[in-house]
């Protein structure tokens, strides 16, 4: 017959703390992926992290997703002028 650890046995009574998220669940660490390193691509770990309620991760994945876009008009905007410098300047066939 197997006996539980007494660790075991806390946590099925639900009197042991529970663990503590890992880094990149935490509110923190999650909020600077999303906005500074990984755009939509951190879109998933927002929605399984437990540190955000549903709706804040609604108004999150809205917020991620036009900072997103602005960036892309952003980048696609700096592409288009600096192509056309470059035809003024003879540098582009």
């Known amino acids: 017959m197997l006996i539980d650890p007494p ?31 990984l755009g939509p691509l951190g879109l998933p770990l927002l929605w ?11 108004i999150l994945t809205i917020v991620v997703l036009a900072y997103s876009v602005l960036l892309l008009e952003a980048v696609l905007t700096a592409v288009r002028l600096a192509l056309e410098k470059m035809n003024a300047l003879g540098l582009v066939g």
């Open 48 to 58: 399984r992290s437990p540190s955000f309620s549903r709706g804040m991760r609604l």
């Open 7 to 37: 660790q075991c046995l806390l946590m099925a009574e639900g009197s042991a703390s529970p663990s503590k998220p890992k880094w990149y669940y935490r509110a923190l660490s999650l909020v600077l992926l999303l906005f500074l390193v």
